[in-house]
Nanobody
Framework: DVRLVESGGGLVQAGGSLRLSCATSGFILDDYAVAWFRRAPGKAREGVASISEYFNNPRYADSVKGRFTMSSDNFRKTVYLQMNDLKPEDTAVYYC????????????????????WGQGTSVTVAS
């Protein structure tokens, strides 16, 4: 079974950094698209970053470009989201998601619902 477990969330001051981790099991990372989404209070869920076979490099939402970096470690079967220069508007529950349709543009650009989700980890950025 596909399983995704996020960790690393917490409370941080504006300008600070956090690294989220997503431990995966039940699938081969290279065969799936993996992405980070977030849902801020009162807002719709937003795709933050993704890694897929469709693109050579990770894709990022405009709101996090230059501040967030997504990476994967196939040996540890873990995906990371390094978040730097955090802002209060980054406050949200962050979810790791995976989908076998990484060859499709809509999955690669996080415009399609992913099949598998973690439970989420909360990030709060204090001003």
């Amino acid at each position: 079974d596909v399983r995704l477990v996020e960790s690393g969330g917490g409370l941080v001051q504006a300008g600070g950094s956090l690294r989220l981790s997503c431990a995966t099991s039940g699938f081969i990372l290279d065969d799936y698209a993996v992405a980070w989404f977030r849902r801020a209070p009162g807002k719709a869920r937003e795709g933050v970053a993704s890694i897929s076979e469709y693109f050579n490099n990770p894709r990022y939402a405009d709101s996090v470009k230059g501040r967030f970096t997504m990476s994967s470690d196939n040996f540890r079967k873990t995906v990371y989201l390094q978040m730097n220069d955090l802002k209060p508007e980054d406050t949200a529950v962050y979810y790791c998601a995976a989908d076998p349709r990484g060859h499709t543009l809509r999955i690669a650009t996080m415009r399609e619902e992913y099949d598998y989700w973690g439970q989420g980890t909360s990030v709060t950025v204090a001003s």
